[in-house]
């Protein structure tokens, strides 16, 4: 069963911005939202997987240095959403975004691209 989808990845020029969103569908997902870590991952081309940001059940946040003061994480439990907004997108932050709940439901991904 599905338990995460995400949404929002295209194609933006540098500089640009995009929203990432991703809902909890599963019944497992929906019932541990409150409770779970969110993550967004992504992977490059030829590179490994990294973790982008993440936002704990607590509201506390952490990212990825390439992405401080770009990106901000935030959630909304209520509609067992999580969403990625970045801003002044690079071409390095072009890869396929993936919306992790507790580092165990991974959704299809989204695809990300940043032109120059």
């Known amino acids: 069963q599905v338990q995460v989808v995400e949404s929002g990845g295209g194609l933006v020029q540098a500089g640009g911005s995009l929203r990432l969103s991703c809902v909890a569908l599963?019944?497992?997902?929906?019932?541990?939202?409150?409770?779970?870590?969110l993550s967004w991952y992504r992977q490059a081309p030829g590179k490994q997987r990294e973790l982008v940001a993440r936002?704990?059940?607590?509201?506390?946040?952490t990212y990825a240095e390439s992405v401080k003061g770009r990106f901000t994480i935030s959630r909304e439990n209520a509609k067992k959403m999580v969403y990625l907004q970045m801003n002044n997108l690079k071409p390095e932050d072009t890869g396929v975004y993936y919306c992790?709940?507790?580092?165990?439901?991974w959704g299809q991904g989204t695809q990300v691209t940043v032109s120059s």
């Open positions: 992790v709940q507790r580092e165990l439901y």
């Open positions: 599963g019944s497992t997902a929906v019932r541990n939202f409150g409770v779970s870590a």
């Open positions: 936002v704990g059940s607590s509201g506390a946040t």
